[in-house]
């Protein structure tokens, strides 16, 4: 099992930034690649940035030029760099990590970020 603890939310002005980081315990060996997915009411949680171990990074076209997500291999820890935020980012962000069997999820508890225009 891995367990993910995220910080780094809160409240920011539109236009601001701000930055994620989420810390990987337990069976850290078995990641393959992590993340960050985000959620708001009514709608389903959706992927903003993932990485893999190898660098490659995915990301969602509503944050591209805007999010950057870094992996730190040594560790296991995931951050995202969150700049010119919009309200549209406003969401509960959870942190994501792949399992190498079967691309297994995990998810962190969430962290809420409010962007106030």
Do not use: H
Not at 22 to 29: F, L
Request: with cysteine.
């Amino acid at each position: 099992q891995v367990q993910l603890v995220e910080s780094g939310g809160g409240l920011v002005q539109a236009g601001g930034s701000r930055r994620l980081s989420c810390a990987s315990s337990g069976r850290i060996s078995r990641i393959t690649a992590m993340g960050w997915y985000r959620q708001t009411p009514g709608k389903q949680r959706e992927l903003v940035a993932v990485i893999t171990r190898g660098g490659s990074a995915n990301y969602a076209d509503s944050v591209k030029g805007r999010f950057t997500v870094y992996l730190d291999n040594a560790k296991s820890a995931v951050s995202l760099q969150m700049n010119n935020l919009d309200p549209e980012d406003t969401g509960v962000y959870y942190c994501y990590a792949r399992d190498i069997n079967n691309n297994l999820p995990y998810w962190g508890q969430g962290t809420q970020v409010t962007v106030s225009s």
